[in-house]
C-alpha cells in the first residue's frame, strides 16, 4: 500500500459498499452493516464530512478492541407509550435505528411514543433518525449527549457534551423540514476532522486549557468547545443531559467515556427520541397543507440583501445529497490514507472511481 497523500473520487454505493464489507468483517449482522454504512455515507452525501466515513476507522478500532459490541444483544422494555432501550454497547447507528423502529408503531397507535436509551455509543448525525421517522410519516424529537466538550457557563473546563437536538416533520411532495443542532458553536466532530488534516479552525470556535481562544484544534480537543449563543447553549446542554441520560440511565457530564481516548472503557452514551403521528391530533392532508403554507410564506419573506433565496431547513441539506449522489464523493487524502490502511488490515478493497492529487 503507498502512502502517497491523494484524495479520492467515491460514489455513494463505493463507499457504501467499503463500510457495509469493513463492518461485517468485524462481526456485525449485514443488515446492521448497511445501516452504519448509509448514515455514515448519507452525512458526506449532505455535507455533514465530520460525521462521514472518516469516523469508521475509530468505530472499527474500537470494535477490535471489544469497546464498542459488533452484535449487541438490544433489550426492548414498552410501557404504553414509553420505550426503554439497553442499546448493549452497540455502535450509536444501529442502536438508535433499532430503538426508532421499535418505537414506530408504538407512535401510530398512541399518537406519540417515548424513547429512552443507555448503553449506546455515538450515532453519527441526529438528523438520520428524524429522516428515519419522516420516510414513515412521523415527526421527531432527537437528542443525543456525548463525551465533555462545552464547559458550563462561567467554567473553563469541558463537563457536558455537545449535545445536539433535532426535529423532522414530513412534508406531502418535498424534502421534510430537518433541524439538526448541537448546544456548541460548532460540533466538536468538526474539530476531530480538522486536526486529522491538520487545518485551523476559526476564532470564537473554542478554548485551550487555560481558557483562551485558540485556532489550533489540537489545542481546542484539549480544552472546551463554546457553548451555542453563550448561556443559552450551556443551559440547553443541560436540558439534554437529563432528557438523554437521568432519564434514560445512560451516563452524565464527565461519567461519558471518551471513543477517541484509549483505554477508556465503554462509552454508555444516551440518546432519546419523542415521535408524533399527527393523524391523532389532525387530518393529515390539513397537516400537509398548513406546513406547506408555512414554508411557502417564509420563503416570500423580502430578501435581505445579498440572499438569493430563503431556505427552509433541511432544503440545502437534500439539495447537497443529490448534487453529491450524481458527481460522486471527494474523500480528502487523510482520510483516504486511514481508510486504505482499515481496508488493508481487514482484506477489503478500497476501490473507486478516481484519484486525484
Partial sequence: MSDKQTSLLMN???????????LTRLGMPESDARIAADSLVR???EGNESHGISRLPIYARRMQEGRIAANPDIA???????????????????????????????????GLAGVFVRGSNHFGTAAYFCQQACEADLAMMAMTNSPPGIPPWGGKQAFFGTNPVAF????????PIIVDMSSSVVARGKIILANKTGSPIPSGWAIDENGA?????AAALRGAVLPLGGAK??????AIEVMCSVLGGAAFGPHVNNLYKDGDP??????SFILFDMVKWMDKDDYFDRLDDLVREVKQVPRAAGSDEIHYPGERRHARHSERSASGLSISPEVANELRQLGDRLGVELSSGGSHS
Fill in 12 to 22: 455513494a454505493s463505493e463507499l457504501s459498499s467499503f463500510g457495509r464489507q469493513v
Fill in 43 to 45: 452525512a458526506d452525501l
Fill in 76 to 110: 426492548f422494555d414498552e410501557t404504553g407509550v414509553v420505550l426503554k432501550v439497553n442499546g448493549g454497547n452497540g455502535l450509536g447507528q444501529v442502536v438508535a435505528y433499532r430503538a426508532i423502529e421499535r418505537a414506530i408503531p408504538l407512535a401510530r397507535t398512541y
Fill in 168 to 175: 423532522g416533520f414530513p412534508r406531502r411532495e418535498a424534502p
Fill in 213 to 217: 481562544d485558540t485556532t489550533d484544534p
Fill in 233 to 238: 447553549g450551556y443551559a440547553l446542554a443541560m
Fill in 266 to 271: 465503554p462509552a454508555n452514551v444516551g440518546h
